[in-house]
C-alpha cells in the first residue's frame, strides 16, 4: 500500500513538472515546495530518501524532454528522406547553437551541483528567485520590442552562448530553467514564440546531462520501488508537456509574459509568509 501511495504522488510531481517545466515559473522550485508538505518517502533511511530526492526532482524532467523530442522532431532531426537542403542545413545549424548555448550550464552546473544541492535547495531560497525573476519578466516586458531573429536558423552563435550563460542563473532553485533562457532570448532580440522554442531546445543536452550526471553520482543501488516512482512521474509529466508546450506557444502569439511575471512575484510572497510564520519548513529539501 505504502509503495501505491508514493506511485500516486508521483504521478502528482509529474503533473507539476509537467506544467510548470515550460512556464517560465520554476519546476525546481515547485517540486521543491511541494515536496516539504507532500513528501516523497521512498525509502526508510532518511539520508539514502534524500539522496533519492535530489535524483528524482532531476531526473522526472526526461519525461518533459521526451515530448519536445516527440513534438518537435521534423524540426530537430536532419536526415529525413522528405527535407530540402535548405532544411537540412538550417536543422544543423540549430543543432551547432544548442551545442554552443549548452556550454556554460554544462561546465558551471558540472562545478557546482553539490553546492547547489547542499546550499541553495531551500524554500528562502526558491521564495527569493520566484520574486527577483517575476520582477525581471515585468521590467523586460516594459521594454519595446524590436525582434531580430524571427526563426531559429538566424540567431547567431555569439547570441546561442550569452543565452546559454542565461539557463545557468537557473541553476538557482525558483529562478526556472526556461525562465532565465526566455529573458536572455528577449532582451537579445528574439521573439516570444522564439524565445519559448530555444528554450524548449537547449532543455534537452541541459537535462539529459544532469540526469546522467545525478545517475552517476548517485550512492546506492535504485530499488524496484523507486524506479517505479520515477517512472510514474516521469510518463506523467510527458503527457502533461506535450499539452503545455503546444497551449503555450499558441497563447504566446497574442500575448506576453507580464501574466507569468505577477504569478511568481505572488507565489514568491506568499511562500516567504508562510517561511517567517513557520509554516514551512527552514531546512533544505
Do not use: C
Amino acid at each position: 500500500m505504502s509503495l501505491i501511495i508514493e506511485i500516486l504522488k508521483s504521478v502528482l510531481f509529474g503533473i507539476i513538472q509537467g506544467i510548470t517545466e515550460w512556464l517560465p515559473i520554476s519546476s525546481t522550485g515547485h517540486l521543491i515546495l511541494l515536496n516539504t508538505v507532500l513528501p516523497l518517502k521512498v525509502y526508510e533511511d532518511i539520508s539514502m530518501n534524500t539522496a533519492f530526492w535530489n535524483l528524482y526532482k532531476v531526473v522526472i524532467q526526461l519525461g518533459s524532454i521526451l515530448a519536445v523530442i516527440t513534438l518537435y522532431y521534423r524540426r530537430l532531426w536532419p536526415f529525413s528522406a522528405d527535407l530540402g537542403k535548405n532544411e537540412q542545413r538550417h536543422i544543423i545549424k540549430t543543432w551547432l547553437l544548442i551545442i554552443i548555448a549548452s556550454i556554460p550550464v554544462g561546465i558551471i552546473g558540472f562545478l557546482l551541483n553539490d553546492f547547489v544541492d547542499d546550499k541553495l535547495s531551500s524554500p528562502l531560497i526558491v521564495a527569493l528567485a520566484l520574486v527577483i525573476y517575476g520582477v525581471i519578466f515585468l521590467i523586460v516586458e516594459g521594454k519595446p520590442m524590436r525582434p531580430k531573429f524571427q526563426k531559429t536558423h538566424e540567431i547567431t552563435p555569439m547570441t546561442a552562448l550569452i543565452t546559454g550563460f542565461f539557463e545557468a542563473l537557473a541553476l538557482v532553485p525558483g529562478t526556472s530553467r526556461s525562465g532565465s533562457t526566455i529573458i536572455g532570448g528577449l532582451l537579445l532580440g528574439m521573439t516570444r514564440p522564439l524565445a519559448a522554442e530555444f528554450s524548449f531546445f537547449l532543455a534537452i543536452p541541459a537535462m539529459f546531462g544532469a540526469s546522467i550526471l545525478k545517475i552517476v553520482r548517485f550512492k546506492g543501488a535504485l530499488s524496484i520501488g523507486a524506479v517505479l516512482v520515477l517512472l510514474a512521474g516521469a510518463f506523467t509529466a510527458f503527457i502533461v508537456s506535450v499539452s503545455i508546450i503546444r497551449s503555450l506557444i499558441r497563447y504566446l502569439k497574442n500575448h506576453n509574459f507580464r501574466l507569468f511575471g505577477y504569478y511568481r512575484i505572488i507565489l514568491g510572497i506568499i511562500i516567504l509568509i508562510l517561511y517567517v510564520m513557520e509554516l514551512i519548513p527552514k531546512g533544505l529539501v
